[in-house]
Every structure is written in structure tokens, then in C-alpha cells.
């Protein structure tokens, strides 16, 4: 019983290291009881047996307290059996993981310093990837090292995993790194054709503008009035970057030349959306100037469609008055349009609004009738 209780002790103890989830342990604790408490009658018994033989006298009821206790003990062992049998996978695989981290450490840990070997003396070692990349792997091989492998599964497995993943990132930066030279050329090159093109539209900026101050409310203007300038402050800022790009790469430094025209970039996107604010605004009021009745025009016809569509799907109580408050809204809106320079933008955001309101309402029909 004793040698059958430590074999199935040692697979225990390696599944809840390794497999803690299992709980395995709360399984094996009533059977491992039961043989304590074997354990302790046989000594017990033994030990009355050695006081009687040594005074030579008889055991009171000798021979029933032997049979008791041999059942006790064999109930107890084939408990053990019973539940080897039953978690015998479980066991024996807990405890072939567990054997095979000691090696795992060893040989993530021989492959991380090769890896680092190999990225110092290449000739990247400079670039920042590079330099992140043997960062972390160092920094994962000191905490392979602090971790009993043994005393510890659950945190060597971790460990041994995070070198994994530090020279896989390392290695990858490492394959890439001959690449970025030519690519940093061929994003500086990019960058310089974008940087001339906004700079062109830009120049637009300031008429459109000066348009819409001429051709239109104020009001419908105001949230553009510092777009010039902060076009202007981003495309030198692009121009910074770009500048800054060219000298990493001449530097033989093509990642920081890559972060840098990523920055250019953004700054380029951010003037982009500054110019054409103004200018798509001027396009915009000068085609509901030409025809103010032809957004209405949509709108009105989504409203009567939605109207049909609560119709159609008996929800008039519940939508119809809703509907026909928004009909009397787009009348008021449309009464709006006076004066010498009528506030167009004004109009085209109220439309707008009643648009996306009445969407709503379809939408929330839509769902109504699905549930």
C-alpha cells in the first residue's frame, strides 16, 4: 500500500503543478486518508504486539483485530489502485510534462542566446528593433534563470514560453531589418510626392475660404475659420519630419527614417482633412444655393417612406405622431431659408438631423417587427 500510495502521490503533486485546473488533488485527498488512518492502525496493532510478546501476554482478540486490519489495509490499497486507474492519463502525462521542463528551459534558453549571438553581430545591431528585441530576450532569459524548474512548473513553462516569444521577435526583427533600408527610400520618396500634392491644395484653402465669407452667412463658416492656419502648422510639421527622416537614413538608421515619414504622413492626413473641409463646405453650400429644395426633397421622401412603413406594420399608434412632428419640423426649417444670405449650413445640419432621426425610428420599427 505504502509504495502504491507514493507513486500515486508523485502524479499529484506534478498535476497540480502543471495542470492546477484539474484539481486533481481534492480527487486523491479522501484516498490518501484512508490510508493514513490504515497506516496508523497497523502500527498501532504492531506495536501491542511487540509489548505483549516482550511481557508474554496475549492480545486481547488477536486474531479478529489482524483480520480487521488486514481488510483495512487492502480496502485502502485498492482504493489507491482504483484511483490510479482511473486518472492514469491524467497522471502519467502531468508527470512526463513535468520531467521534460527542466530540458525545455535548457534548450529555449541555448536558442535565446543564440539568437542574441547572432543579432550583435550582425550589422543591425543599431536599429531600435534590434535593440528592443535583445532588450526583452535579455530580460526573459534572467527570469528563465530565477525559476526552480522543478519547485516551480506552472512559472518555468511561463518563463520558458517568454523566451520563446522574445527570440521568435527577435529573430523576425532580425530577417526583416536587410529590408528597411529600401523601404525608408521608398517612403521618404512617397512622402515627398504627398507633401508637394497638399501643399498644391492647400493654396485652394485660402480662396475657398474667402468664398465662403463672401458667398455665405458667417455662421455657416465659423467652425473653419483657423483651418488655413493649422494646415499651414501641419504640413511644416510633415516638412520637419520628412527633413529629420532623410538624415536617420543617411545615417544608416532606415527604422527611425520609417517611424519619422509614418509621422510625416499623419500630419499630411491631418492638413488633408483641413482643406478639404473648406473647400467640400464651398461645394456643398453652393449646390443647396442652386437647388435649396433638393435635400429637402430626400428627406421628405424618407419621411413618407417610413410613414408607409409603420403603416404597413401597424405601428402608426405608437410612430405616426412622431413621424408627423418631424413633417412639420422640416416645414420650419425650410420657412428658415430668408434673407439676403440665408444661413445654408444651418439648414444642411438641421436636414441632416432630421435625417439621421428618422432612421432611428425605421430602424427601431424594423426591430420591433423581427421581435
Not at 529573430?171 to 510626392?193: F, G, H
Not at 494646415?231 to 527622416?245: H, K, M, P, T, Y
Amino acid at each position: 500500500m505504502d509504495r502504491r500510495q507514493t507513486a500515486a502521490e508523485a502524479g499529484v503533486v506534478a498535476s497540480e503543478q502543471v495542470f492546477p485546473e484539474r484539481r486533481v488533488e481534492a480527487l486523491w485527498e479522501p484516498v490518501r486518508a484512508r490510508c493514513y488512518a490504515a497506516a496508523g492502525a497497523y502500527l498501532t496493532f504492531t506495536d501491542e504486539l511487540d509489548a505483549a510478546e516482550a511481557a508474554g501476554t496475549p492480545v486481547p482478540d488477536g486474531p479478529a483485530r489482524a483480520e480487521a486490519l488486514v481488510q483495512q489495509l487492502t480496502a485502502a490499497a485498492r482504493g489507491v489502485d482504483d484511483f490510479y486507474h482511473a486518472q492514469r492519463a491524467g497522471l502519467e502525462h502531468a508527470a512526463s510534462v513535468r520531467s521534460s521542463v527542466p530540458q525545455l528551459l535548457r534548450q529555449v534558453r541555448q536558442e535565446g542566446e543564440q539568437a542574441l549571438a547572432a543579432a550583435t553581430g550582425s550589422g543591425f545591431a543599431g536599429y531600435p528593433s534590434i535593440e528592443a528585441g535583445v532588450r526583452r530576450l535579455n530580460e526573459a532569459l534572467v527570469t528563465a534563470s530565477a525559476v526552480d524548474p522543478l519547485s516551480a512548473v506552472t512559472a518555468a513553462r511561463e518563463a520558458a514560453a517568454g523566451v520563446q516569444q522574445a527570440t521568435k521577435d527577435l529573430s523576425d526583427a532580425l530577417a526583416q531589418a536587410p529590408s528597411r533600408a529600401e523601404a525608408a527610400t521608398k517612403a521618404i520618396a512617397s512622402v515627398t510626392t504627398r507633401l508637394a500634392a497638399v501643399r498644391n491644395r492647400g493654396a485652394a484653402l485660402g480662396p475657398a475660404y474667402s468664398a465662403l465669407l463672401r458667398e455665405f452667412n458667417a455662421a455657416s463658416s465659423a467652425d473653419l475659420t483657423n483651418n488655413e492656419r493649422d494646415s499651414r502648422r501641419d504640413i511644416d510639421a510633415a516638412d520637419v519630419a520628412l527633413g529629420q527622416a532623410r538624415v536617420a537614413a543617411a545615417d544608416h538608421d532606415p527604422e527611425t527614417a520609417l517611424d519619422l515619414t509614418a509621422t510625416a504622413r499623419e500630419h499630411l492626413a491631418e492638413a488633408e482633412q483641413l482643406v478639404d473641409a473648406v473647400t467640400r463646405r464651398l461645394d456643398l453650400l453652393r449646390g443647396v444655393r442652386a437647388d435649396p429644395d433638393a435635400k429637402v426633397r430626400t428627406v421628405r421622401f424618407r419621411l413618407r417612406d417610413a410613414q408607409m412603413l409603420a403603416v404597413d406594420r401597424g405601428l402608426v399608434a405608437e410612430w405616426g405622431s412622431v413621424l408627423d412632428a418631424q413633417a412639420e419640423r422640416l416645414d420650419r426649417i425650410t420657412s428658415g431659408l430668408t434673407g439676403r444670405h440665408p444661413d445654408y449650413w444651418a439648414y444642411v445640419t438641421e436636414l441632416d438631423t432630421v435625417a439621421t432621426f428618422i432612421a432611428g425610428v425605421v430602424d427601431r420599427m424594423r426591430k420591433h417587427d423581427s421581435t
